[in-house]
């Protein structure tokens, strides 16, 4: 994989690390869960993988640092 597609692949993650927390605030790791779980059942793991690592960004990073957005990522 090219460093452009896994810059674009962290890009998307935390973009939709930023919407989650914004729609859904505390709930934000749950439905990222949940969109992982159907990924899993639809046998997409590509997609089962995003949403991993927007779980993994929803726990490392604090809320008002995803509410900032993802411009200065």
Do not use: T
Not at 20 to 31: C, D, H, K, N, S
Not at 36 to 58: M, N, S
């Amino acid at each position: 994989m090219s460093k452009i597609a896994v810059d674009e692949d962290e890009r998307r993650a935390r973009q939709e690390a930023h919407w989650l927390v914004r729609e859904f605030g505390a709930e934000a790791p749950l439905y990222a869960a949940m969109k992982a779980e159907k990924a899993i059942e639809q046998k997409d793991f590509g997609r089962c993988a995003r949403w991993k690592r927007v779980l993994e960004i929803l726990a490392n990073e604090p809320p008002a640092e995803l509410r900032r957005g993802v411009a200065g990522k």
